[in-house]
């Protein structure tokens, strides 16, 4: 049982350019999730899924896309890749809401130059 | 509009002592509240976690304390360890939506 995994671990973008980040869960889980962490501050959402074929936008969706066409993975699309976008990514994953556990992946450091 | 938040970024305490982190928020309509422990390099683990309809839950050297008056919950650790040392985040959810987090507290428990 692997949990929550991110690929890749590290990754140094130029401006323009595109990537997907992976995340695969293992634990049968409906809600996933992406947040990036910025030096200094909390989680913020990008995007979440209640289940396969559902998605929807957080807090910080602009210049991001996410497809949700497993239970199991939900990737995360960067589109013309800007200095801003310079962060840890996060992803996540739990059963349901109302207080349970939610499971995050070892993160992505992306850095934009 | 930054609905939890965590008034100290950092915190530094004795081994051994208590470690108190403080959470404050704003949606009463906050139902559930959850703390999560973040080391360098790795993703955030759970913590502990408390419902709106209790004040108190306890999980070994963990006590999350909930004043729904004061919109305001905190953290207990008694002792605290080096190995405590870490980003702590504090969270909120209303039932079937989803997590805010604070921006979190560096715990460093020096030997």
């Known amino acids: 049982n692997a949990g929550v995994t991110q690929t890749p671990k590290f990754r140094i973008l130029k401006i323009g350019q595109s990537m997907t980040l992976q995340c695969a869960q293992d634990m049968n889980h409906n809600y996933m999730y992406w947040y990036r962490q910025d030096p200094g501050m909390g989680l913020k959402l990008i995007y979440y899924?209640?289940?396969?074929?559902?998605?929807d936008k957080g807090e910080v969706p602009n210049g991001y896309n996410v497809s949700r066409s497993t239970t199991e993975d939900f990737p995360l699309r960067l589109e013309l890749a800007a200095p801003s976008q310079t962060s840890v990514y996060f992803c996540?994953?739990?059963?349901?809401?109302?207080?349970?556990?939610?499971?995050f992946g070892p993160g992505t450091r992306l850095l934009v130059l | 509009d930054q609905q939890v938040k965590q008034n100290s970024p950092s915190l530094s305490v004795q081994e051994g002592r208590i470690s108190i982190l403080n959470c404050d928020y704003t949606n009463s309509m906050f139902d559930y509240f959850l703390w999560y422990k973040k080391y360098p390099a790795e993703g955030p683990t759970f913590l502990i976690s408390i419902s709106s309809i209790k004040d108190k839950n306890e999980d070994g050297r963990f006590t999350v304390f909930l004043n729904k008056s004061a919109k305001h919950l905190s953290l207990h650790i008694v002792p605290s360890q080096p190995g405590d040392s870490a980003v702590y985040f504090c969270?909120?959810?209303?039932?079937?939506?989803?997590?805010?987090f604070g921006e979190g507290t560096q715990l460093t428990v020096n030997p």
């Open positions: 969270a909120a959810e209303t039932s079937g939506s989803r997590l805010t």
């Open positions: 996540a994953s739990r059963r349901g809401t109302s207080g349970e556990t939610q499971y």
């Open positions: 899924s209640v289940g396969a074929g559902i998605t």
